[in-house]
């Protein structure tokens, strides 16, 4: 049964709480980072194997995400909003991202200062999130790269939505789509390939979603166990992408669990988990070198604390208010997205 079209300045709470689970699965995968092979406590989760073996699968979740909510948001009849113009878009992206970014790139930066490949020429290009141009790249954050391949995405949107119009901007979706699965495939550049395939398909499930929702929730539940079933290897996530996340994204406004305020929290500082996670999974692997002692299940725990606690601090202290001021330094701040109520 179809549901009932949702109002576009609506937000969906649902792929917060989602979006917040994503994350926190990308940090149990990059776990590893920390116990450098001690035995993983997350392996004996229900469903800590698959998130050891592909959570790194998780970050094409986010490129769907990041697609479904930019169309929601920014879409309009199959055009950009008219309060929006390329100038307005890129600032907005820039007060979204950045902050948080450049406190957690400086921390990193100083943390790993005496290793051979933090130079003055890597550490610029990790600080301007140029990792999808450079793709040997030594990475201080590795996450980051994704975001750098979110960039491209939000340029081609933000382009095709104000010149495309609503006939052709369907077909082009299509065309960076498929081009982004030549991309993986051919091996020629598959993160930038992945971010193509991902956030394109995720605006082509927006814009069809009234039709899409007539599919029968037993055969969406049975798209979105293919991740479990496929293997870990990179062409599998061309099946999840077109297939499988799409499918999730279609239940979770079914799912009330997601709804549920844990999940609204950790959705809402998803970013900051996912900038975040890594550095300090680093900083924690030298701390076990000085105390080898500490009990694996215990140092997990509070490694996993930590990440959240921090990333609630720059969330409040970083990531929000230096979003407001940002955008406050624009003459008219009505017309910039009101990130808070769209997802984004």
């Known amino acids: ?22 994350a926190l699965g990308v940090a149990l995968f990059h776990l590893r980072i920390f116990l450098a092979g001690a035995p993983n406590p997350v392996a004996s989760l229900p469903g800590g194997e698959w998130i050891l073996l592909k959570g790194w699968h998780l970050v094409d979740l986010f490129f769907v995400l990041s697609g479904f909510i930019f169309a929601h948001c920014y879409l309009r009849r199959g055009r950009m909003r008219e309060d929006v113009d390329l100038a307005k878009f890129a600032w907005a992206r820039i007060a979204r991202l950045v902050p948080v970014h450049v406190v957690i790139i400086c921390f990193t930066g100083f943390m790993l200062r005496y290793a051979p490949s933090t130079t003055w020429a ?3 290009l990790s600080l301007f999130m140029l990792h999808a141009f450079v793709p040997k790249l030594e990475l201080l954050n590795p996450p980051v790269w994704s975001i750098s391949v979110e960039l491209i995405c939000y340029a081609l949107f933000a382009i095709l939505a104000i010149t495309a119009g609503p006939r052709r901007l369907p077909l082009a979706c299509t065309f960076l789509a498929f081009t982004g699965a030549f991309l993986i495939l051919s091996e020629m550049s598959p993160y930038i390939g992945r ?4 956030f394109f398909v995720g605006c082509l499930v927006q814009q069809h979603e009234e039709k899409l929702s007539y599919i029968p929730w037993g055969i969406l539940s049975l798209a979105a166990l293919f991740p479990f079933i496929l293997g870990s290897a990179l062409h599998w996530v061309i099946v999840e992408t077109l297939v499988s996340w799409p499918a999730i994204l279609l239940l979770a406004p079914k799912i009330r669990q997601l709804r549920g305020a844990p999940l609204q929290w950790l959705g809402s500082r998803s970013y900051a988990i996912y900038l975040v996670h890594v550095p300090l999974f680093l ?7 000085d105390f080898p002692v500490v009990p694996t299940n215990f140092a997990v725990i509070i490694c996993l604390a930590t990440v959240l606690l921090v990333a609630d601090i720059l969330h409040r202290n970083v990531e929000i208010p230096m ?8 003459a008219n701040r009505k017309q910039f997205p009101r990130e808070k109520r769209s997802n984004g």
């Open 283 to 289: 900083f924690f692997g030298y701390l076990a070198l």
């Open 323 to 330: 979003q407001h001021k940002l955008i406050n330094w624009t």
């Open 195 to 198: 971010g193509l395939l991902g």
């Open 1 to 22: 049964m179809a549901s009932e079209p949702r109002a576009k300045t609506q937000r969906i709470p649902e792929l917060d709480g989602l979006r917040g689970l994503a």
């Open 122 to 124: 890597n550490f610029s």
